[in-house]
């Protein structure tokens, strides 16, 4: 069983709401999502929105319309699995665009 620290997403957010940030590789890999960090570089507040799959393949939110204060960096620690289908993804996106960046760091497992 290999177990590799990964980087799984560093991009800027769109408005796009169906933006796949990662998807795990495939059926024999579980991916866990460790640590969120969201940076706001623009001299105004903006929001986000990230969804990942519940077990039917529903993507189930789990931040909404969480506000980035201008200037500032949130950062989330969390422990969230996500199974080896090799369809299941990391959905993110932005009240604006372009404001927001973010790094999702985790471990995949195969």
């Not at 969480?66 to 996106?93: C, E």
Request: glycine residues 6%.
């Amino acid at each position: 069983m290999a177990v590799i620290t990964k980087l799984l997403a560093r991009t800027v957010l769109t408005t796009t709401n169906t933006t796949v940030l990662y998807t795990v590789p495939n059926s024999s890999t579980t991916t866990t999502i460790t640590n969120i960090v969201v940076s706001n570089s623009t001299a105004s507040a903006a929001s986000f929105n990230l969804t990942i799959p519940d077990a039917t393949g529903t993507q189930v939110a789990i931040a909404t319309a969480v506000t980035v204060g201008a200037n500032s960096v949130a950062f989330f620690d969390l422990k969230q699995v996500l199974g080896g289908t090799g369809t299941q993804t990391i959905v993110g996106w932005a009240s604006t665009s372009s404001a927001l960046a973010i790094h999702i760091s985790g471990v995949e497992i195969s």
